[in-house]
């Protein structure tokens, strides 16, 4: 009876990976094209260009990447199944890496994507996500985040929280952390799942800083949301 439920438990598991792979492998090469405007805004302009629209966002790892990105982005066509492509924007950070994978998702859905980013990715020609519409480069010399000495959000993650309606995070560190605990805070709907950060990555970046190798790859977002049950009014 145990090997039994041990064989059905692991061929489930499979085909979900498997089901969550077709859905990136599936997006027509037409669909994504990049960006139809790259541009300099504010969160005042960029309200303005959601207006009327519910913005779901999607935070999470970056450059950190996943250790399991078939996972991720199964759980993330989940949550977009149960949104209106005619009503909502999907909102993730512009880029490719890592929780940008999402784009391509949206767009195979039907949704219209957009990005909220710091002027640094375009100052460092980050490569932004072919299947992103509409970026918005906010003036910031930071990434993101709280604000170490003001004790508030960076302009660019100050943007990101003033526009969405409902905000997923899948894992994330110290940026993705900062902006989920904000939007708390103002009283939207935040849902975070644990999700471990590429362990390879994560040791490679040890080593070059001179760290001891690490052993925890959940994320500094996982601390401050590990104990929440998942739902739509977290």
């Not at 949104?83 to 767009?107: F, H, M």
Request: with cysteine; charged share 25%; proline share 5%.
């Amino acid at each position: 009876m145990e090997n039994s439920m041990s064989s059905s438990t692991a061929f489930g598991w499979i085909a979900s990976l498997v089901a969550a792979s077709a859905i990136v492998l599936s997006v027509p090469a037409s669909a994504c094209e990049g960006p139809r405007e790259a541009r300099e805004a504010d969160r005042a302009a960029i309200e303005a260009f959601v207006q009327g629209r519910r913005v779901l966002t999607f935070a999470g790892y970056s450059g950190a990447g996943y250790e399991h990105p078939e996972v991720m982005l199964e759980r993330a066509t989940d949550f977009l199944k149960s949104e209106d492509p005619a009503q909502t924007l999907v909102n993730v950070g512009a880029t490719e890496a890592g929780i940008g994978a999402v784009y391509e998702v949206a767009k195979r859905m039907g949704f219209t994507t957009m990005g909220v980013v710091s002027t640094l990715a375009r100052d460092e020609n980050v490569t932004l996500s072919k299947c992103a519409d509409h970026v918005f480069f906010v003036q910031d010399a930071t990434w993101g985040g709280r604000l170490p000495d003001a004790g508030k959000l960076s302009p660019t993650s100050e943007a990101i929280v003033a526009v969405s309606a409902l905000m997923v995070g899948i894992g994330g560190g110290d940026i993705a952390r900062d902006e989920l605990l904000a939007a708390k805070e103002r009283g939207r709907p935040v849902i975070f799942m644990p999700a471990d950060m590429n362990h390879a990555v994560a040791r490679a970046k040890a080593a070059k800083r001179g760290d001891p190798e690490p052993t925890d790859f959940k994320g500094s977002a996982y601390k401050s949301f590990a104990t929440q049950r998942r739902g739509p009014t977290q």
